[in-house]
């Protein structure tokens, strides 16, 4: 059995908790026993969103394949797989308890757009289909792998991630919406952390939350001609900025191999694939 003091499960070279306490997920803070035993209590149902429109339903295989090591192992999961090509998606057959859903949606010709109109779908799917199926969700960049354990300690009401280019920048360097014009606008003495835009979650309610305002902020801004620097990425940091995230997740599980692993960085849970951005992106 385990058995834990003050000072263990703790960790001095990085942050834990911010300052509205809610914890940030890093390697050696969390006892994944204790955990698995309370999920399994509540026989918690995740739902895992990943959109592959055009070519990017060539990351598919692989990023089912990586998770099907690593992602909430021995819990139940819906892949909910998002496709405007739902016959280039084999078959795939998981073991009990688990299940691909294929959900066809239209592409948009711009990459940006299809980036930043998987909040709208995101959000009409949680209040259709997901609300009924699944506890939480977990929503993620398809172009991605899994390298090694993604568990239940990232669940929460509402969670995002660090990302992976800014863990160390200071608030006057992250990429935020600087135009007043914008929505997604955030003064240059606000902001706490900068958030990856693909890796969120939470419940099923509160991402349909997160996720309506982002596509109507996003809506607001194409009728006012404008798009947000980072697309989706932007509004989600407007977001959290007013609606603070139960839970953070540390670069661990957002990572790519083309930074300098830093020496607190104990794991790479899920790193990005290289892509050739062109080629990718247009059809
Ligand atoms: N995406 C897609 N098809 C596209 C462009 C984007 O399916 O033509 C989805 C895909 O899930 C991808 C995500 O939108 O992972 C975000 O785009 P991308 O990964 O290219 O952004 P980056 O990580 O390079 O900022
Ligand atoms: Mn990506």
Request: proline share 5%; aromatic share 16%.
């Amino acid at each position: 059995m385990y058995s834990s003091t003050i000072l263990s499960y703790r960790r001095t070279d990085v942050l834990m908790v911010t300052p509205w306490f809610a914890p940030i997920v890093w390697d050696g803070t969390y006892n994944i026993d204790i955990l698995n035993a309370q999920f399994h209590q509540r026989n918690v149902r995740v739902g895992l969103t990943v959109f592959a429109i055009k070519k990017y339903t060539v990351f598919l295989q692989r990023f089912i394949e990586t998770a099907e090591k690593f992602f909430m192992v021995g819990h139940k999961v819906n892949y909910y797989v998002f496709t405007d090509r739902p016959n280039d998606i084999g078959n795939i057959s998981l073991p009990e308890g688990r299940k691909v859903v294929i959900l066809e949606v239209p592409s948009y010709k711009r990459w940006q757009e299809v980036s930043m109109r998987r909040m709208e779908m995101i959000r009409d799917y949680s209040q259709q289909r997901f609300i009924h199926e699944v506890d939480f969700l977990v929503c993620v960049d398809v172009d991605m792998r899994f390298s090694d354990e993604v568990g239940v300690e990232i669940l929460g009401d509402v969670f995002g991630t660090l990302h992976p280019g800014f863990y160390a920048a200071s608030r006057d360097r992250f990429t935020y919406e600087r135009r007043k014009q914008s929505t997604a606008y955030i003064p240059p003495d606000e902001g706490d952390f900068y958030y990856a835009g693909g890796y969120f979650g939470g419940t099923v309610p509160e991402v349909y939350k997160l996720t309506n305002y982002c596509h109507n902020e996003m809506l607001t801004d194409k009728r006012n001609g404008i798009e947000a620097i980072w697309h989706d990425e932007s509004y989600l940091n407007k977001y959290f900025l007013y609606h603070k995230p139960t839970k953070i997740l540390s670069p661990e599980y957002l990572w790519d191999n083309g930074y300098a692993v830093p020496q607190f960085l104990k794991r790479r849970r899920f790193v990005a694939v290289p892509k050739n951005h062109n080629e990718i992106r247009n059809k």
